[in-house]
């Protein structure tokens, strides 16, 4: 049986919105170790379900989408989100 990890995503580094952090994701947990290519070198594996991410708009409905077909899950929480008030004039102390 796939084992499923649902969580929220999180806020892209690069950017400063917020876009698509309200989705859920939906990832499987590798079935077989990676392994390297012995011409290239690259890693990989036969497991096809590393390609798979669902997005789904609230963890419940993920958590319905595990439970309909099967699947073990685990729900990881929402980091909490720390709020950095600072003022430009800090900048000048």
Known sequence: MPTARIFQRPKNAMQSGKARTHTWALEFEPAEPKQPDPLTGWA???DTREQVRLSFPSAEAAIAYCE?????YELIPAPERKLKLQAYAD???
């Open 68 to 72: 309909t077909q099967g699947f073990d």
């Open 44 to 46: 990989g594996s036969g």
């Open 91 to 93: 900048n000048f102390r």
